[in-house]
Structures are given as structure tokens and as C-alpha cells.
């Protein structure tokens, strides 16, 4: 018992000699000189001789065990022997007090901060920054907000000296200084205890109206100076908008005060600027001639005094008008009624009434009478357009009926004739003993020959083997065992009908390549047989779509794709001759073919249209659809691509893009998805791919247009 009472002693001591320092984990920095703190106690070293405190310690430990006991292993210590001992515990705990043992964990030393401390905690943290700062709210998370007292004292010092001017009968202060306030209480002044940011929040709202109504009648008193011209009125008329809030917080009383010296300015610079407008008014001249100046003098009245029509001399002078112009009306009368019932369209009758009926006097029995013919007049002409409307519909669809009929009636010719050619080719194979090769049998010929055509005239031993056959099973035998030959390579049979293929004598000439079959002393039904199919199968290149009611004549070609050409003719030696001709480079020219009445198709071989335009007409165009390009097969659109522009027909424009021309001497312009033009001269529509590669192009564009 006696050995824990001198512990207790000796701990006490230790604890009573022990001193802690406010310091701080962290801080943040605030607006306003404020700072938040996280506070906490540290150990502070004892300051003076590091050996008062072991001596104490020694004197007290030697005193308690001079007067005590201690046992130990059976072993009693009494007096000097037990002081000297309990001596040496006083003296460690003394050592240790002041650091002079375990000096790290001294300085480790710290106890838990608690917001009770604070006050105690800021008066050392204030000894230790020698800053005097004062608590501005305690944090539930045991954290200080810290303001400076110089800056507390100042924004005290400020609180006062608005207290001291609002408390006078007349204020100095403006309202807008007055709000401000009002936002500096939730900012700067924040750091101020609550309760004073309550005080002088009710004191600002307490006098707020009394600012507000000395501000409201001091600016209005300024706006006596303004000019006496329109723009013051302006100025005044908007006033009461540009000052919502400081109206607001005004009292009734003020603000109609306020309203009345506003109101009686504006009619006093009214009594000064109007009576002029009066007298341009009045010189404006009556009758017809008059009725575009008082149109126009009614616009600028409008735009000067539109927003101001609620002031009576406004009012007044919008009267004037309207009656001036009614007046007008009287004598003009007969005219206007002729003009109504010559109208042709609601936009002209629209016309008549902004001309002749805006901005009168409704009340007027003439303007109700005029404004009666007009209500008749359109309905007469909106019947006359529904019936027009009707007879178009009507026509259209009839025109839609007899295309239909007709293109009923040429499919119907087009099987009939091919029926007919079958019959005629049945008939004189049995007759003559001898095949007679369609075009197209002739076209696959073709393309089995163009194989064979290279620029180093070497090709493939099976192309060639291809190409003999192809023909020999057919009934024509080749002339002689050579090499093919791009010159002449020729095929009979035993009636004397020869099929030729050729070059026309080079291996750079592929574009020059056909295939013919020519049969001596035709018969007329052979005749009839080659020319049915010529026109019930292909297109002639001068027209925009197939017509297998005319008679084909020798010469002209035909075509399908635009690739090959299709040809009959009956020669100098009376033989007919049958051919087919590779059109490589678009060299001949070839019409668009026409889809429907205002939609034609456009690909890499036509090159002209059927659409003759005169000069002055508006054409529109759109185009849609997309064209495989070249070897790659690169997607084109109408508006064409970048790069290649030196396969281009015009270096100008992107390569494919869609490109025209009026007349064959006319210059080449860009048209793309869509162009409206006036046609510059008259003549024929030319349309084309940009590309001068046609071979390895294929698709269309579809182009539609319209021609005013």
C-alpha cells in the first residue's frame, strides 16, 4: 500500500510538472482573413535550469521514503536507506519531466483537443503565433473558424457607421450601396458573430423603403434635365422597368409621385415634338398620289412611337392618320373597287389591302364596303383556282393514262415484233439452211474478240480457242490456220454469209473493234427480220427511249447500255451488213434516256438530252444516284470526287461530278446535286459524268428537272 501511495506521489508530480502548447494538424485558408484550425495540445518543454525539476523530484521522493518503509525479498529498508531510494525515483521523474530521458518521446507527447478548451486553446495558440485571433464559430468536428481581432474590429467599426446613417431621418447612403450591403452580410460580414449579422440585417430591411423612397425621387428629379426630343421619352417611358427593384421597395405613395412627374415631362416634350408630325401630315397631298407618302409617313410613326401608343397625344396622332387616309380613300374610291375586280391572285388582292386599307379608320363605312369586295373577290378566285387546280389534276392524270396506254400498247408492240423475228429467224434458217446470229449472239462475239486485242498482241491460247468456237458453232468456218489477227478475222458459211471481227488493222485500236455479218442478195423478209429486232430491242442514239413502231434505217446506230453500238445497213454491193461496235471512249454521241416526263437517266455514255431550252428560261435540276468509278469501283455521287482530275472532260470541277452545257459549242458549267440557272442561250441541254474513262465506269444518275 505505502509503495502504490509513493507512485501516486511521484506521478502526480510528473503529471502537475508536464505543460502542453496549442498547435494545429492543418488549417484551410478562408475568405475574408479567415482561417479554419484543427487543433490540438502538443508537450512543451520546460523552459529554465534543466535540474530544478530533478531536484524536486529528488527532495520529494527522499522525503517520503525517510518517513516510510519499503520490503522487498524480505528484506525492510527504513530511513536514510529507503529516502535514498525513493530519492532516485523523484530524481528520474524529474529528468524526465524535462526531457532529459527519452527527449523523443516527450516531444511525441500530446492530449486530445475538446471544443470546452477552446478559449484556453486560442489564448495559447495566440501566445504562439502572436496573432490575436478570435473564435467566429465552433465546428461539430471539434474544428475552429478563426478570425483576426483587427479585422473583427474593423468590420465592427463599418456595422457602426451604417447603424449611425440609417438611424438618421434623411439617410446618405443609395439604395444600390444599400444592397450591396445586404450581399456583403452573406460574404465579408459573415465572419461577425451571428448575432450581429441578424442586427444589421433587420436594421437594413427596417429602412430600406425610407432609402428607396429618398433614390426613387432624386433620380427622377435628374431626368428633368433630358432633352425635349424623342429619345428622353424613351428614356422615361423605360424608366420605371430599369429601376424594378429600387420601384419596388419604394412606397406606394413615392411611386406614384414618382409616376406623375415621369408622366407630366413626357406630355410636356410631347407638346413639342408632336405638333410637327402634325404638320407633315398635313402637307402630304390627298387623292391616289398621296397614298404611298401617308403609307410611308404611318411606318415611321410606327417605328418612332409604337411602344408609346398608351400616352392620349399619341393616340391622338395615330387618329390623324387613319382619318387623313380614310378620307383619301373617298375620292379614290371607283379606282379601288376597279383594281379588286381585275385582281387575278389573293396576293394582289393582299397587295390592294396593305395599299389602300391599312391604317384607316375601321369604323368607316367605305373601308367596310371595300373590305367586303376584297372578302368576295377571294373567294371568287380561290374557287377559280380550286377549279383550275381540278382541270390540271384532271389533265395530268389523263396524261398519266394515255403514257400508260402507250407504253401498254409499244411493250405490247415491242413482244409482237420480237415474236415476229423469231418466227422470220425460224423460217429462213429452214429456208436457207443457214443460222442467222442475233445481235446480241453478235455482242457475245464481240467481247470473246476484244480478249484478243492487246497492245503487245500476244493472248491466251483458251481465249482464242473460245473465240473460233463461239463462232464455228454458228455454221461459219474460219478462213484461214494464223494467228488471230486484229485486221480481218473472218468466218463463212456455205452460203457465202460472212461474219467478220477486226480492229481496223492495230492493236491500239481496240476502240475501232466490231463484229459484222454480212449476207449477200438479202431477202426482204432477212431485211424486215434485222430491223424488227433493231428497234424492238435497242435505242437509237438520237432518242431518249426505245420506239419500236419506226422503220430503222441504214446507218443509224442503236444502242442498249452505251457500251456497243448496234448497227444495219444495206452496202454499196446491195449486201446487208449486220454490226456491232465497241463504243470504248464514248465517241458517238448518244441521247439520255428519258424515265419519265421530267426524269431522265444520265451514265458514263450519253452525253446529250432531248430538253431544248430558250434563252431567258429557269431550269432546275437535281441529281441523285451514284456511279462506280474506274478500276477500284469508287463510289461517286453527284457531286463528285476528289483527286483524278486529269481523266476529267473539265480540269475545273471534281472528277465524276455531274457537269452541262447548252449548245455543243457551249463551255462546260458545274451543276453537282442540285443548280438552279437561266439559260443564257438557247439550244440543246448537254449532260455528263466528268470523266473521259468511260469503260470502267458503270451505274447512273437520275436527273430531274423543270424548265420555266
Not at 361 to 382: C, F, H, P, Q, V
Not at 508 to 515: F, N
Not at 569 to 588: C, F, M, S
Amino acid at each position: 500500500m505505502k509503495l502504490f501511495s509513493g507512485l501516486l506521489l511521484l506521478s502526480l508530480f510528473a503529471a502537475s510538472c508536464t505543460t502542453y502548447q496549442a498547435t494545429v494538424t492543418k488549417h484551410d485558408e478562408l475568405n475574408y482573413s479567415a482561417i479554419r484550425v484543427y487543433p490540438e495540445w502538443t508537450y512543451k518543454k520546460p523552459k529554465g535550469k534543466k535540474w530544478i525539476a530533478p531536484l524536486i523530484g529528488l527532495s520529494i521522493g527522499g522525503a517520503y521514503g525517510y518517513q516510510t518503509e519499503f520490503t522487498y525479498d524480505g528484506q525492510t529498508f527504513r530511513e536514510a536507506e529507503n529516502a535514498a531510494i525513493w530519492g532516485g525515483a523523484g530524481l528520474i521523474a524529474g529528468a524526465m519531466v524535462n526531457g532529459i530521458l527519452f527527449p523523443k518521446y516527450a516531444a511525441r507527447r500530446k492530449q486530445t483537443f475538446e471544443l470546452s478548451q477552446s478559449d484556453k486553446w486560442v489564448k495559447s495558440f495566440n501566445s504562439t503565433t502572436g496573432i490575436n485571433y478570435v473564435i467566429s464559430q465552433k465546428e461539430l468536428n471539434n474544428t475552429l473558424v478563426l478570425v483576426p481581432e483587427e479585422k473583427i474590429r474593423e468590420l465592427r467599426q463599418q456595422a457602426q457607421v451604417l447603424r449611425n446613417d440609417l438611424n438618421q431621418a434623411t439617410p446618405t447612403i443609395g439604395f444600390d450601396e444599400l444592397q450591396s450591403w445586404k450581399g456583403d452580410l452573406q460574404r465579408e460580414y459573415s465572419v461577425l458573430p451571428s448575432s450581429e449579422i441578424s442586427d444589421l440585417s433587420l436594421l437594413i430591411s427596417t429602412n430600406e423603403a425610407k432609402v428607396a423612397n429618398i433614390d426613387l425621387l432624386a433620380k427622377v428629379q435628374q431626368l428633368q434635365v433630358l432633352n425635349p426630343d424623342l429619345n428622353s421619352v424613351n428614356v422615361l417611358n423605360r424608366f420605371s422597368g430599369a429601376n424594378a427593384l429600387l420601384y419596388s421597395k419604394a412606397d406606394a405613395l413615392t411611386q406614384q409621385r414618382a409616376n406623375d412627374i415621369i408622366f407630366t415631362r413626357i406630355t410636356e416634350i410631347f407638346n413639342q415634338i408632336l405638333p410637327e408630325e402634325k404638320n407633315k401630315l398635313a402637307s402630304i397631298e390627298p387623292g391616289k398620289e398621296g397614298i404611298g407618302p401617308i403609307n410611308a409617313f404611318y411606318q415611321s410613326f410606327t417605328q418612332k412611337y409604337g411602344n408609346l401608343l398608351t400616352f392620349e397625344q399619341v393616340k391622338e396622332l395615330k387618329m390623324l392618320i387613319e382619318a387623313k387616309k380614310s378620307s383619301m380613300l373617298t375620292a379614290i374610291a371607283r379606282e379601288i373597287r376597279l383594281e379588286i375586280d381585275n385582281a387575278q391572285s389573293v396576293n394582289q388582292l393582299e397587295t390592294i389591302t396593305n395599299t389602300y386599307l391599312s391604317h384607316v379608320d375601321t369604323g368607316n363605312s367605305l373601308i367596310a364596303t371595300l373590305n367586303e369586295r376584297i372578302i368576295a373577290r377571294k373567294r371568287e378566285i380561290l374557287e377559280e383556282e380550286k377549279r383550275r387546280e381540278l382541270a390540271k389534276q384532271r389533265a395530268e392524270q389523263e396524261r398519266r393514262d394515255r403514257i400508260r396506254r402507250e407504253e401498254e400498247a409499244r411493250r405490247r408492240v415491242i413482244s409482237q415484233n420480237n415474236a415476229v423475228v423469231d418466227r422470220l429467224r425460224r423460217d429462213l434458217r429452214i429456208e436457207f439452211e443457214s443460222n442467222f446470229p442475233t445481235f446480241e449472239e453478235l455482242q457475245a462475239i464481240l467481247q470473246a474478240y476484244i480478249k484478243l486485242i492487246n497492245d503487245d498482241g500476244k493472248y491466251l491460247v483458251k481465249d482464242a480457242d473460245y473465240f473460233i468456237n463461239l463462232v464455228e458453232r454458228k455454221g461459219f468456218m474460219r478462213r484461214g490456220m494464223n494467228a488471230i489477227s486484229s485486221d480481218d478475222e473472218s468466218f463463212e458459211n456455205s452460203k457465202g454469209f460472212l461474219i467478220k471481227a477486226s480492229a481496223f488493222g492495230s492493236f491500239d485500236k481496240e476502240e475501232l473493234t466490231y463484229v459484222s455479218l454480212t449476207i449477200p442478195n438479202p431477202s426482204a423478209e432477212m431485211i424486215r427480220m434485222y430491223k424488227l429486232e433493231l428497234v424492238s430491242n435497242y435505242r437509237n442514239t438520237f432518242r431518249s427511249s426505245m420506239n419500236p413502231y419506226e422503220d430503222a434505217e441504214g446507218g443509224d446506230l442503236y444502242v442498249d447500255s452505251g457500251k456497243t453500238m448496234y448497227e444495219y445497213d444495206i452496202n454499196k454491193d446491195g449486201e446487208l451488213v449486220v454490226e456491232v461496235r465497241k463504243n470504248t471512249d464514248a465517241i458517238w454521241p448518244i441521247m439520255a434516256e428519258r424515265i419519265s416526263t421530267n426524269t431522265i437517266k444520265v451514265d458514263s455514255y450519253s452525253n446529250f438530252t432531248d430538253i431544248s431550252l430558250r434563252e431567258g428560261q429557269l431550269v432546275e435540276i437535281e441529281a441523285s444516284g451514284s456511279i462506280k468509278l474506274g478500276v477500284f469501283s469508287v463510289d461517286c455521287y453527284p457531286e463528285g470526287i476528289n483527286g483524278f482530275r486529269s481523266n476529267n472532260v473539265d480540269q475545273r470541277f471534281n472528277h465524276g461530278c455531274l457537269i452541262g452545257k447548252i449548245g455543243n459549242d457551249g463551255e462546260w458549267f458545274y451543276i453537282g446535286r442540285n443548280k438552279t440557272f437561266t439559260a443564257p442561250v438557247s439550244g440543246v441541254l448537254h449532260l455528263r459524268i466528268n470523266d473521259d474513262v468511260e469503260i470502267d465506269n458503270s451505274g447512273h444518275f437520275i436527273v430531274t428537272y423543270s424548265v420555266k
